[in-house]
């Protein structure tokens, strides 16, 4: 075979005491396009920051068309024609297409911009790779997310790329754009290009990618043909388990009625929402964005002032008026947004994990320290929490980990609700399932949970009973078995063949 | 990101945590610096007249900028609690009502001033920055008009008739007063920011206050209290700056604001989590007050004093903070 465009070995990188990568290979060919998939965590931007420049490597060789580069940084690898179309990073919104290609590459007349040939090259470039007329003056506001990416890809092509590195390229994109990108992607590929595709879609990566590097853990754990080897078992050689182990619900039996709901409404998000909790119960909550369903968990939780309708709780009419009113209640939030919401990054585990049962640590107001220390230990053993110590900061842990931080969080205090907001979310396969045993665990010992997924298999899966809400309507309540993830969406979609045809709406138990 | 299920310890030796470590060098190298170039810096004297006439009342104000900071939040009115305490203990006295009643209305006059931010900040929704900015300014133009455009008052010994001299220069089993005051609030705010619940929520609430919030951290609370702390910590120092200087000079608080705010940052030089700590602010403020009586014992004029410092700060805070991020 020719010689690697890109040839990384047993590259290695720690945060400290952490390790982001233990010691990965990444060889990319000339004229291929090269997946790399892996768990979140597993270490797949990691290492294409370390490529970018954007890390420093611990350890490890890294070569670039065969020569050795020690020290990486961002401008030394794009003069070497690799170029990066990163997740996130996009483009000036008030330059026009001409002038973003050719950023930081100006062609000058004397000391000047000569504006004449950016714009003749950008619209010549944007021709022949894409078969795009678009005016080199739009300005970048005015394209949709698919004319950004091509601009951004132009801009490389237009730097003379011979690698492309394209960071989930498709997650913005409608599928008609999906398939003209990758029109494009295999056009380059011919031409002798070098293409790295990292996605999380395994379909995307078995119909684009020529190779695949699936990481686990910081470590390279194979190098396969997408086609050949198939869908599950690159699922598998990222998660090293077997698929059926993914939902290990086990259903308890139901007590009373813990939260009730009636005719909760807020405009303008949701109406009439009614609703019981049981004891044990996992309650399944989805619906398409902006549908509501977010919402109603908020409403729950003080956070939004409802217009009419009741709460009771253990029988006792309640009104939130803010979130501490929610959680010195007993009722508990997983929310969305863990970033901001979910943990305090800058601060310890300890201090997170203690964070809302501080008072049983404490007594006259001071925190005892070592009980704390015990409790949290506790907590970390028993949530198999991965990190080095109760002091470690929270920011310095993976997705996964951070989740089970937040929940931790919740696990000794005395709440009986839980409202559990995506908790899955950007969380590797691994931290899911122990996620999903958590739940189990709060069910067996008699909490009530409202589980809210966008992932509806997730909440085939997981819960007792599944609560569909449609524009701000609750068109559907599914019990357990009466429900597959095509027929769910249907409803989310408010596909009128769903809307009736289930049990009526439950009142009540 | 995957970590070996045993690490349990970390590396005896590390550039990240040296880099915790450069304030404490910089202020040991200091100190050696002018022992041996600065005559006269190590006698007692000299050191007793640094921690009374620079450290005592900074210390006292940057402990309570050190709970607003924790907090998330920045006051930039201490030197209004200074003066307005200052103010109001000294026109009490100079009224013939004593030094206790004095003190309790200069102390009072700053809790209006905190109370004033904590209503600013906890009912409008003003972010802390504007909100005690506009308190400054405020407060400024109340001490001009109640002093005839910024007159000094100055009292005769017979008006003062020591209530001054029992704040400033007595000493209790042969310590000064004011170290002893120093003292107790030092305890007591690193007991409330560091040991108890209360500086718990606090902590979390300057970390990420929307996670406070969530976990049911009563957030104006909080708040509240913290700026009615720092006020009132002012508002003691203003009473011991009076009670130094026997007299009240309009505006003269605000000379402590920079220092405070400047001495809680470079005191979070000292943990890895760069945060406020009681411990930080403190060698903050000595490292700030041995500079500038350092610098003066060598002959350095005020102006080239404030350069020192100017570099000593880009230096500690350069080094400790570049260590720990080259150790990424």
């Known amino acids: ?509 | 990101m995957s970590v070996p299920s045993h690490t349990t310890s970390r590396p005896a030796f590390n550039l990240e945590a040296l880099s915790n470590y450069a304030v404490l060098a910089a202020f040991l190298a200091i100190i050696a610096f002018f022992a041996i170039f600065a005559d006269g810096f190590l006698s007692l004297d000299n050191l007793v007249s640094i921690i009374l006439n620079k450290v005592v009342i900074l210390a006292i104000v940057a402990l309570g900028m050190t709970l607003v900071i924790a907090s998330g939040g920045i006051d930039l009115s201490v030197g209004v609690s200074i003066d307005l305490s200052s103010m109001v203990f000294v026109m009490l006295i100079a009224a013939g009502y004593g030094g206790f009643v004095g003190a309790v209305g200069g102390l009072a006059a700053a809790l209006c001033v905190g109370l004033a931010n904590a209503a600013l900040i906890n009912k409008l929704k003003i972010n802390p920055f504007l909100a005690t900015l506009g308190i400054l300014f405020i407060g400024e133009t109340v001490q001009r008009v109640a002093t005839g455009g910024g007159n000094p008052i100055y009292l005769t010994r017979g008006q003062y008739a020591g209530t001054f001299d029992v704040i400033a220069r007595t000493e209790f089993l042969g310590v000064p007063t004011p170290i002893i005051l120093m003292a107790l609030c030092i305890v007591a705010v690193y007991l409330a920011l560091h040991r108890s619940v209360f500086g718990r929520f606090v902590t979390v609430l300057g970390d990420a206050p929307d996670v406070a919030r969530y976990s049911g951290v009563r957030v104006g609370f909080h708040t509240s209290i913290v700026f009615v702390a720092c006020a009132l910590l002012s508002g003691l120092a203003g009473i011991l700056l009076s009670s130094t200087v026997r007299s009240y000079v309009p505006l003269s608080g605000d000379a402590f604001l920079l220092d405070a705010i400047g001495a809680t940052f470079i005191g979070t030089a000292i943990n890895s989590e760069r945060r406020p700590s009681v411990v930080g602010t403190l060698l903050g403020v000595l490292l700030l007050a041995v500079m500038r009586n350092g610098l003066l014992l060598i002959g350095w004029n005020f102006f080239w004093q404030q350069v020192g410092i100017g570099v000593l700060v880009f230096l500690v805070l350069g080094i400790s903070f570049g260590l720990r991020g080259r150790s990424e």
Not at chain 1, 45 to 54: D, F, H, N, R, Y
Not at chain 1, 289 to 297: A, F, I, Q, R, T
Not at chain 1, 357 to 381: H, M, P, T
């Open chain 1, 1 to 509: 075979m020719s010689e690697p465009a890109i040839e990384m070995r047993n590259v290695r990188k720690t945060f400290g005491p952490v390790i982001a990568l233990e010691k990965a290979d990444l060889v990319v060919h000339p004229g291929t396009i090269h997946g790399l998939v892996g768990a979140n965590g597993a270490g797949k931007s990691t290492i294409i920051k370390i490529l970018a420049g954007i890390y420093r490597k611990t350890a490890g060789t890294i070569r670039i068309f065969g020569e050795t580069i020690e020290d990486v940084t961002p401008v030394a690898i794009e003069r070497r024609g690799v170029h990066f179309i990163h997740q996130d990073r996009l483009l000036v919104p008030t330059a026009t297409v001409a002038e973003s290609i050719f950023l930081r590459n100006e062609p000058r007349f004397g000391p000047f911009l000569n504006h004449r040939h950016m714009r003749r090259r950008s619209k010549e470039l944007l021709h022949r790779y894409f078969d795009l007329e678009l005016s080199p003056d739009t300005l970048i506001s005015e394209l949709s997310t698919a004319q950004q990416k091509i601009v951004q890809i132009t801009r490389a092509l237009a730097q003379d790329a011979r690698v492309l590195v394209l960071d989930e390229p498709t997650a913005a994109l409608i599928d008609k754009e999906v398939k003209s990108l990758f029109k494009v992607l295999r056009r380059l590929r011919d031409d002798g290009l070098a293409i790295v595709f990292i996605s999380h879609y395994m379909s995307e990566i078995t119909e684009i990618c020529d190779t695949v590097t699936v990481l686990r853990n910081g470590v390279d754990v194979g190098v396969v043909d997408p086609r050949e080897v198939g869908i599950p078992r690159i699922v598998e050689m990222m998660t090293a388990r077997n698929t059926s182990e993914m939902y290990p619900r086990r259903a308890v039996a139901l007590g009373a009625p813990v939260l009730s709901v009636r005719d909760l409404t807020c405009e303008p998000y949701f109406r009439n929402v009614s609703f019981d909790l049981h004891a044990g119960e996992i309650l399944g909550l989805t619906g398409l964005l902006g549908s509501g369903d977010k919402e109603v968990l908020k409403a729950l939780f003080g956070q939004l002032r409802t217009d009419s309708g009741e709460i009771h709780l253990n029988g006792e009419r309640v009104e939130f008026r803010s979130p501490v009113a929610a959680v010195s209640s007993g009722v508990a939030k997983i929310p969305e947004d863990r970033r901001a919401h979910g943990v305090a990054a800058g601060l310890s585990v300890r201090e997170n994990v203690s964070l809302a049962s501080l008072s049983d640590v404490s007594s006259r107001g001071f925190v005892n320290r070592s009980r704390e220390v015990e409790v949290v230990s506790g907590l970390i053993d028993d949530l198999n929490i991965k990190t080095p110590g109760p002091d470690q900061l929270v920011k310095n842990l993976s997705g996964g980990n951070q989740q089970k931080v937040v929940v931790a969080k919740w696990l000794n205090c005395n709440s009986q609700v839980y409202l559990m907001d995506e908790p899955t979310v950007a969380v590797d396969v691994g931290a899911k399932i122990e996620i999903f045993e958590l739940m189990n665990r709060l069910a067996e010992e008699g909490k009530a949970l409202i589980f809210l997924s966008s992932d509806l298999e997730e909440i085939v899966e997981m819960c007792d009973r599944t609560l569909v809400i449609y524009r701000g309507e609750m068109i559907a309540d599914y019990a357990r078995g009466d429900i597959d993830a095509d027929r769910l969406l249907a409803a989310a979609s408010g596909a009128p063949a769903e809307r009736g045809t289930p049990a009526p709406v439950r009142r009540s138990a």
